[in-house]
């Protein structure tokens, strides 16, 4: 089934260690997004790729960085992880821009120490 | 710009009841609009959308959403809920957009459903 596959699921790092999230899928859409999501509240939008254009929100921290080495793949990368950075980090892709549904992964979950 | 709420933060049904979540959203033109579920520890599962047409829409699991121009809603329904409908509910629109080329979807700050025995 063609799908968005995050991994890990599951991501525990030390403060201030680089960490990277990995996000894959078999869709082929062009578009794919970066979301966080703390506890108890709604996702997020960090940035976006539409195909190789990069976009990033306004309030989103210069800690955070995002790779997309292909259309299948996106990373996203922590440079200094604090305590605040603690959350679900969920990857969606659309097919393109406008008004497209969004199909969410499963998320990845970083714990920091 | 948009924005939903969600005015129930946690809802508890009984099993077998019937179901009705509430979103309103704030859009100056046709909004589109989605109900996500996501269960503890998962990412979000699409429900239902609406983009135009008929405006009571079907989605998996038999849920139902009526959008209603008139009072700005696009409530969730379901007639009978299941123990393992038990999740986190949100309702999204997407508008204009934010950055870049690609249009936001903007979230609801979700509603928690717990379903007794």
């Known amino acids: 089934d063609a799908m968005v596959i995050q991994n890990p699921r599951y991501q525990v790092t030390q403060f201030g260690k680089p960490v990277t999230l990995s996000c894959s899928q078999t869709?082929?859409?062009?578009?794919m997004y970066w979301y966080q999501q703390k506890s108890s509240q709604a996702p997020k939008l960090l940035f976006h790729?539409?195909?190789?254009?990069?976009?990033n929100e306004a309030d989103t921290p210069d800690n955070f960085q995002s790779r997309r080495p292909n259309t299948s793949f996106c990373f996203l990368d922590i440079r200094s992880p604090g305590l605040g950075d603690a959350a679900m980090y969920l990857c969606?892709?659309?097919?393109?821009?406008?008004?497209?549904?969004?199909?969410f992964g499963p998320g990845t979950r970083l714990l920091v120490l | 710009a948009q924005s939903v709420t969600q005015p129930d933060i946690h809802i508890t049904v009984s099993e077998g009841a019937s179901l009705e979540l509430r979103c309103n959203y704030s859009?100056?033109?046709?909004?589109?609009l989605f109900w996500y579920v996501q269960s503890p520890g998962q990412g979000l599962q699409l429900l239902l959308k609406y983009f135009s047409g008929d405006t009571l829409v079907q989605g998996i699991k038999g849920f139902e959403a009526e959008f209603k121009r008139s009072q700005s809603s696009f409530n969730l329904r379901k007639p009978s809920v299941h123990w393992s409908d038990a999740a986190e509910y949100f309702c999204?629109?997407?508008?204009?957009?934010?950055?870049?080329?690609?249009?936001?979807?903007?979230f609801g700050s979700g509603t928690q459903l717990t379903v007794l025995p």
């Open positions: 790729y539409y195909d190789k254009d990069f976009n």
């Open positions: 859009y100056g033109a046709t909004p589109y």
């Open positions: 869709l082929n859409h062009n578009v």
């Open positions: 969606a892709t659309s097919r393109a821009k406008g008004r497209e549904t969004q199909y």
């Open positions: 999204a629109v997407v508008g204009k957009i934010s950055s870049g080329s690609a249009r936001q979807l903007t």
